[in-house]
Nanobody
Framework: EVQLQASGGGLVQTGGSLRLSCATSGFTFLDYAIAWFRQAPGKEREGLACIASSSDSIYHADSVKGRFTISSDNAKNTVYLEMSSLKPEDTAVYYC????????????????WGQGTQVTVSS
């Protein structure tokens, strides 16, 4: 059974930092691209960053470049999202997703999704 477990969310003040984790199981980690998305209330799901560990390929959306960093620990089948200089507009539910043939930040590229973790940035 494919599972993606996102964790690490919480309440943080403006300017603070958080590290999200996406623990995966049930598939061959290196065969998949893993991405982070977020969705704020009333807004569409937004792609933030993706990583393909087999090729060391990484991509970050312009909206978070320089503040958010995606990385992976292949031994733990886990992908991380380091977030710094957080702003109230970063408040959202953050999801990780896995795609066998996908790449990029389109929702349609990813077939497996985690349950999400809430990030709230207070002003």
């Amino acid at each position: 059974e494919v599972q993606l477990q996102a964790s690490g969310g919480g309440l943080v003040q403006t300017g603070g930092s958080l590290r999200l984790s996406c623990a995966t199981s049930g598939f061959t980690f290196l065969d998949y691209a893993i991405a982070w998305f977020r969705q704020a209330p009333g807004k569409e799901r937004e792609g933030l960053a993706c990583i393909a560990s087999s090729s060391d390929s990484i991509y970050h959306a312009d909206s978070v470049k320089g503040r958010f960093t995606i990385s992976s620990d292949n031994a733990k089948n886990t992908v991380y999202l380091e977030m710094s200089s957080l702003k109230p507009e970063d408040t959202a539910v953050y999801y990780c997703a896995a795609g066998l043939t996908g790449w990029g930040l389109q929702v349609s590229e990813y077939e497996y999704w985690g349950q999400g973790t809430q990030v709230t940035v207070s002003s």
